[in-house]
């Protein structure tokens, strides 16, 4: 639209890129706890059959999505989203050899942690064109270095960052003082909040 492609074409449609609808993909997801259920919803909702691996092993008989290995969701998956803490089972669980598990055109999505995407392995990755795309918002360290080697990428069709913000919106940010103010209250008062 900005270079007037649109205003110069002549039919009613301007089509320079490629791209498809979720509707018939597979969504894998790592780790469905609260955030990565309600991922698994939306995706749901536009018509993705939904798989997820849980990497602590964890049986999940409450969702109506299927649980898989690891195996089958990374050679599965069109698009992958991590949703999970980083821990000893998690930490660089996406790496050179994870990557080269996945389909040419796959999305790789980082909502989690930085420390399960081993950036090195990933930029590779999106240079040798092993995986379609990634999407963080997470990263190894933050602020990102500027010697990171995912600067290396500078095609936003192919890597997409955004600086940790996926939580940080005004509401978010207002629920989470107050939720602090609340917790210290209890405290002070001699009562429990939000244990399970």
């Given at each position: ?173 207002r629920r989470c003082v107050e939720e602090v103010y609340k917790n210290i209250e209890s405290f002070f008062q001699g009562t429990v909040r939000n244990k399970v």
């Amino acid at each position: 639209m900005k270079e007037g492609e649109y205003s110069k074409a002549e039919g009613f449609g301007c089509y320079p890129e490629k791209f498809h609808e979720l509707e018939g993909k597979t969504w894998g997801i790592v780790g469905l706890g609260n955030i990565g259920r309600r991922v698994a919803e939306v995706a749901a909702v536009f018509g993705c059959r939904v798989i997820f691996y849980s990497p602590s092993g964890n049986k999940r008989d409450d969702v109506p999505y299927e649980q898989v290995t690891l195996p089958q969701l990374l050679e599965q998956s069109d698009i992958l989203s991590i949703h999970a803490p980083l821990t000893k089972d998690t930490k660089e669980l996406i790496c050179k050899d994870t990557l080269s598990q996945m389909k040419k055109t796959a999305v790789l999505i980082n909502v989690g942690r930085g420390g399960i995407v081993n950036d090195e392995d990933l930029t590779k990755a999106l240079e040798d064109g092993i995986i379609g795309a990634a999407g963080l918002d997470a990263l190894n360290q933050e602020p990102m270095p500027l010697d990171n080697p995912l600067y290396r990428i500078q095609d936003s069709k192919k890597l997409y960052i955004t600086p940790h913000i996926a939580w940080a919106t005004v509401e978010s940010r207002r629920r989470c003082v107050e939720e602090v103010y609340k917790n210290i209250e209890s405290f002070f008062q001699g009562t429990v909040r939000n244990k399970v």
